[in-house]
């Protein structure tokens, strides 16, 4: 039955050697990946609290979480998050990278400093800028608006300005990263556009919106795509900012956090497995709609 | 005559049995021992593993430890499917899953009597009776005390050697303690104000009771500090913050770090922070009982303990057995102590005079006759009840009276969350 190595085409030989090699990322995969996300799916109908057996419970699970006022404030809070982490991240990392494009000196210099908080440790970081919220004389923000003659601001100890503050690093360490996209964006399109664009005598803000912003929209694409997700699951800089508490009084307590919460301090792991599922599928349907309206038209 | 040589037939191969168990046991048996990864804890394992398997030649001690984080949930994993650990360590207040879980056996009577654990022990300890059986068994207990900073007292006009010993004292001393910017920015605390640290402890088991009240209902299921005496304790604590101002919320980041760089005159802390706060150069600091009210003092008391789990049976569940008692015998404790920093659970251990009247530890092991240990059911949610508590009266304007009541309501749907299972 089997058939000699010498016996197939070259096509079908090709084929195997890539499978052969195909092989460990798929086992990787299927075992890392797969497995466990499949065994979510199943925890998320089960009591299971880590030690004990899981018993099935249907979908009570799910019932719970549609009634679980703290689940709405997490969700509330993680859409926040993305609302205001992704256009201002966006358009940040978009005017930097537009302008850095036309500057010739010292532009690897500038786009190396741009870059390295994004390859910082986050927790580092967000312990850095904690101290940077604390009051006057600490503080430096705050010594910076009382110098400027600012009244001083609570920050992280606020119940609307916390959130916010706790974004701040996110954002600055994300747009380093999204500069450098932009930045090859903006290379890969040929000058040929731009020339033809100016012999045509378009102004500037007709070439950025005819023709640079059109040409750039698989790297919006992928970066919104990208940036939601990281938005949509940010947990490191809510956890070291608020001492893992998302506080205060919750209100900067994202999803993930919940989900961490439920599973660790209360070994509520079936639960926990239920938010992620939404988690998931909160995931899976931002994408894809981000997908289908960037992508086509 | 025949019996008797029959009887003696039977001694003699009851010996060589026993001779020949201990000569198999010398070579084989080997147990596991768990904890949670914390270098001073872990120190003093390996010098009490060298000490025992000295003591005891036919047995071998593998020492396991794992960080805080995962401890929980490799035991639970490890233990159902006969891996892991002998004898684990585990916290007091996780008894209850444990035992749910089936991951632990009872000690046997034998070798641990309850009489005997009743007499010689802290009284704290008989949380660990479950159905007249004594499942684990702690080497060292912790309680709270008032930590001061002498440097700070003495540029306050204080006396460095006299800490308050009264709740009015130490509004006092706070006071004089705090240090303003002329525009009105704080530059030094009087007193740590962290919820999220030992402050939860202090209001819940000391402030509560010195106010005339109770935080929890004897049989332990409900919350009962939703009262007069609750209102006025809270009230008194959130008064530190938004009246009298000696402390703000967050300041430094945490109580831990104000006390530690200097910026704070007095905290609240356990005496697991005798080791951090000694390593501190230039920080000279007192160690006193926690204040009293109306001559009423009380203090909170947590410890670690010791069980033996399901998984050792036969030669192993007697190894197992040696060495909790080795574990729990005055020598472990007084390594413990110096080591670790926790004070020993054996009253007579605790209690001897060089300990008692110890500058640092004495505080602390005065404060345990008067102590009481929480039954938590969640400690970090029951926490973050009391933390959300004093921030929306503090944040929200919220009145104490109320926050205290939707605290009440929050943290017995956490008790009955536990109770009903």
């Known amino acids: 039955m089997i058939r000699r190595l010498e016996d197939m085409t070259l096509g079908q030989r090709r084929a195997i050697w890539a499978w052969g090699f195909l092989a460990l990322p798929v086992v990787f995969y299927v075992s890392i990946r797969f497995y466990p996300t499949l065994e979510a799916f199943r925890a998320s109908f089960t009591n299971w609290n880590i030690v004990g057996r899981m018993e099935y419970i249907g979908v009570a699970n799910y019932v719970r979480l549609a009634h679980d006022p703290a689940f709405w404030k997490v969700i509330g809070n993680t859409f926040t998050y993305l609302g205001l982490g992704v256009p201002i991240s966006m358009l940040l990392s978009f005017v930097i990278a537009y302008h850095l494009d036309r500057v010739r000196f010292g532009h690897g210099l500038l786009r190396a400093l741009y870059f390295i908080p994004h390859l910082t440790t986050a927790v580092a970081m967000a312990w850095v800028w904690r101290w940077f919220y604390q009051p006057p004389p600490i503080g430096a923000f705050n010594v910076w608006l009382t110098t400027l003659g600012f009244g001083q601001m609570p920050f992280l100890r606020s119940t609307t300005q916390a959130l916010p503050a706790v974004l701040a690093p996110a954002i600055w360490a994300g747009i380093g990263f999204q500069i450098v996209i932009f930045l090859a964006g903006l290379k890969a399109i040929p000058r040929t556009y731009y020339e033809a664009a100016a012999i045509d005598g378009a102004g500037a803000w007709r070439v950025l919106f005819e023709v640079t912003l059109p040409l750039l929209r698989p790297t919006i694409v992928f970066l919104v795509v990208t940036s939601s997700i990281a938005y949509l699951r940010i947990f490191d800089y809510v956890y070291a900012m608020t001492n893992g508490q998302g506080g205060p009084l919750d209100t900067t307590k994202p999803l993930v956090l919940k989900i961490f919460e439920t599973a660790f301090t209360h070994f509520e792991m079936g639960y926990a497995a239920t938010q992620t599922i939404v988690l998931f599928v909160i995931l899976l349907a931002i994408s894809l709609l981000q997908l289908k309206l960037l992508r086509s038209r | ?421």
Do not use: C
């Open chain 2, 1 to 421: 005559m025949a019996m008797k040589a029959g009887k003696m037939g039977f001694w003699l191969g009851a010996i060589l049995a026993a001779l020949l168990a201990t000569g198999t046991a010398r070579a084989q048996v080997e147990i596991e021992y768990w904890q949670y990864t914390f270098a001073q804890r872990v120190q003093a394992i390996d010098e009490l593993i060298k000490r025992f398997e000295a003591a005891n030649p036919g047995i071998k001690v593998k020492h396991t430890h794992v960080p805080y984080d995962d401890f929980r949930v490799k035991i639970a994993a490890a233990i159902p499917a006969g891996q892991g650990p002998d004898v684990v360590q585990l916290f007091y207040g996780w008894l209850q899953d444990y035992l749910k879980a089936g991951l632990l056996q009872p000690l046997p009577a034998s070798d641990f009597s309850a009489v005997e654990i009743e007499r010689e022990f802290f009284p704290i300890v008989q949380q660990m009776k479950v159905d007249g059986k004594y499942y684990a068994v702690p080497t060292a207990v912790r309680s709270l005390a008032l930590f001061w900073n002498k440097a700070l007292f003495k540029e306050a006009g204080l006396d460095p050697n006299r800490p308050p010993a009264t709740l009015d004292e130490l509004v006092d001393y706070a006071s004089k303690l705090t240090k303003r910017s002329p525009n009105g920015d704080l530059l030094q605390e009087g007193l740590t104000i962290d919820m999220g640290g030992q402050d939860h402890h202090w209001l819940r088991e000391v402030l509560i009771r010195q106010y005339g009240g109770v935080p929890y209902s004897a049989d332990k299921k409900s919350v009962a500090y939703n009262t007069d005496a609750g209102v006025a304790a809270t009230q008194w604590y959130i008064d530190l913050v938004s009246k009298q101002k000696v402390g703000q919320i967050g300041f430094l980041t945490d109580g831990v770090t104000a006390f530690r760089s200097g910026k704070a005159g007095m905290t609240i802390d356990g005496s697991f922070r005798l080791g951090a706060l000694d390593n501190q150069k230039g920080l000279d600091y007192g160690v006193a009982e926690l204040p009293a009210r109306n001559n009423i003092k009380s203090n909170f008391a947590s410890y670690w303990v010791n069980g033996i789990t399901t998984k050792a049976t036969g030669a192993k569940l007697d190894a197992s057995v040696k060495f909790l008692r080795f574990l729990t015998t005055p020598e472990a404790m007084e390594l413990w102590l110096t080591t670790v920093g926790e004070l020993p659970a054996r009253r007579s251990v605790a209690e001897k005079d060089a300990n008692k009247n110890h500058v640092k530890y004495g505080p602390f092991i005065r404060g345990l006759s008067y102590s009481y240990a929480t039954d938590f059911v969640n400690e970090s949610a029951q926490r973050k009840v009391m933390m959300d508590m004093v921030d929306k009266v503090v944040l929200k304007n919220m009145p104490t009276k109320q926050a205290v009541a939707e605290a009440a309501v929050e943290e017995q749907k956490l008790l009955d969350g536990f109770y009903k299972k």
